[in-house]
């Protein structure tokens, strides 16, 4: 019973979503028939590459294809080269052929490789676009998703609508044009890490529950944090499963959430391409008796790290849920606000 609701469920999900996408597509086919629009860059995918950590059994070249696919579908300037068309011009060719002589015969405008991995639930594309004119013009973008559903049986990913993102992302960058996918939502987007918060007791701090096991409660304000910016199309936001991944790469074990981000730790996210992190305080203030609770938005800058947004709050709040509910609003302020 549980196999046949997770195929439904997958089904369902696919379905919403090429549905949203041929909805616009078609809208864009109407523009098209009105404008009299100019011919579309036609694009070669020459190579998919599926590398470190995924799951070959849910993700294939084929859903890349079918991906970039859709998502040039909804441009109206891109479109990609049917698999029938290339198989046709194959057969045309002599015995040794290379990705450009393909391409010549296509008469294309640009040839694609595409690499995709997985760390953890982080999903990130890398795409070249090479001139088929001149191969040493090679122009490189990568874009990030975070991984959303699940099977409910073995917790194995759904790709579909993340690695579509990713890959959005990716050619957007590569083709320098971050309104390129707006419409659906989609645009380049740097990684983000949530990092410890720092506890600092004063001589009162059994008056305060929050104090009482930082562990459980640092982590309960990572996972608040995420909660309010984990799904902001402005960030890809690292979970806490992901971010300790990482660390464990760099041989880092059994990172705390009750203290500030060490510098082997901002080393490590620096090496993998996360520039921002977000940490903070809570401190015990005994001579006023009330807690001061800061965040802050932090950029790793070479060998420096520069606060580039700070919102505090002071409460004299004792229970734990308040004073979570504290830390949406500032997470809100230093994100949407402020930032």
């Given at each position: ?18 549905l ?19 011919a ?54 002599p ?90 939502n989609?645009?380049?987007?740097p ?29 309960e304000?990572t ?19 992901t ?10 074990y059994?990172v ?56 505090s ?27």
């Amino acid at each position: 019973m549980n196999i046949v609701k997770n195929i439904l469920r997958y089904f369902l999900i696919s379905c919403l979503f090429l549905l949203s996408f041929f909805d616009v597509a078609y809208s864009h086919q109407l523009d098209e028939q009105d404008t009299g629009a100019p011919a579309k860059q036609r694009i070669y995918l020459a190579k998919s590459i599926l590398s470190y950590g995924v799951d070959t059994t849910f993700c294939s070249e084929y859903k890349i294809s079918a991906a970039l696919n859709l998502a040039m579908l909804v441009t109206e300037k891109y479109e990609l080269i049917s698999n029938e068309e290339i198989s046709e011009v194959i057969q045309e060719l002599p015995e040794k052929y290379t990705a450009f002589d393909i391409a010549k015969n296509l008469e294309a405008d640009g040839i694609l490789v595409v690499k995709v991995e997985q760390l953890r639930n982080l999903l990130r594309a890398e795409i070249s676009r090479i001139n088929p004119e001149s191969p040493e013009n090679v122009i490189t973008g990568e874009g990030y998703a975070m991984l959303h559903y699940f099977t409910d049986d073995e917790h194995r990913a759904i790709y579909d609508p993340s690695l579509l993102l990713a890959l959005q992302r990716a050619f957007a960058v590569v083709e320098s044009d971050s309104v390129l996918f707006e419409k659906q939502n989609a645009k380049p987007a740097p990684l983000l890490a949530i990092c410890g918060i720092e506890f600092q007791k004063g001589e009162n701090s059994e008056k305060w529950e929050f104090f009482t096991d930082e562990l459980i409660r640092s982590y309960e304000m990572t996972e608040t944090i995420f909660e309010i910016i984990g799904n902001s199309p402005d960030w890809v936001v690292l979970d806490i499963e992901t971010r300790d991944h990482l660390y464990s790469l760099y041989n880092l074990y059994g990172v705390e959430n009750n203290i500030r981000p060490a510098v082997s730790e901002l080393a490590a996210l620096s090496n993998f391409g996360v520039k921002k992190y977000i940490t903070g305080q809570i401190i015990e203030r005994s001579q006023s008796n009330d807690l001061e609770i800061n965040l802050f938005l932090n950029e790793i800058q070479f060998a420096q790290v520069v606060t580039c947004n700070k919102v505090s709050e002071i409460t004299t709040e004792t229970d734990t849920k308040k004073i979570l509910e504290i830390l949406k609003e500032l997470t809100k302020k230093m994100m949407f606000e402020n930032n």
